[in-house]
């Protein structure tokens, strides 16, 4: 029977350790400005700002659709014109290919200059561009 009881603590622990977590997002000195759990974004305060769905749809609040990120990395809004583009290498660029700013494999967010503007540990470089382009979370 204790050994019934050690296994079902240990399964219990492994689902506890194992719960997705929100990701932070901050800015860059470090204090939170939201949060990134399984697609959906919320602002510091816990209150939900939109979605970000598999298909790579961007939606407000209500459900209303902002924008998509294709997975080629272009960046639409939601009458599907081009308003920019994510890399394979995080480079994020307008609608005209200037570089606007980089999306760091450690989560880093950089602008032009290479200045740190925030933080997305954990969130994709995809998230992290809908962060930017769709709800201004990073400035």
């Not at 689902?15 to 759990?37: E, P």
């Not at 583009?85 to 570089?99: L, M």
């Not at 967010?109 to 201004?136: D, E, P, R």
Request: hydrophobic share 30%; charged share 10%.
């Amino acid at each position: 029977m204790k050994i019934i009881a050690k296994i079902a603590l240990m399964l219990v622990m492994l689902l506890c350790t194992t719960a997705v977590q929100a990701q932070t997002v901050q800015n860059s000195s470090h204090s939170t400005i939201g949060y990134v759990k399984d697609g959906t974004v919320y602002n510091s305060s816990h209150s939900t700002m939109g979605y970000i769905r598999n298909d790579g749809t961007v939606q407000n609040s209500s459900h209303s659709t902002m924008g998509y990120i294709r997975n080629d990395g272009t960046i639409q809004n939601s009458s599907h014109s081009t308003i920019g583009y994510i890399r394979s290498d995080g480079t994020v660029q307008n609608s005209s290919h200037s570089t606007i700013g980089y999306i760091r494999s450690d989560g880093t967010i950089q602008n032009s200059s290479h200045s740190t503007i925030g933080y997305a540990k954990g969130v994709s470089q995809q998230h992290a561009a809908a962060l930017l382009f769709f709800f201004g979370m990073i400035r």
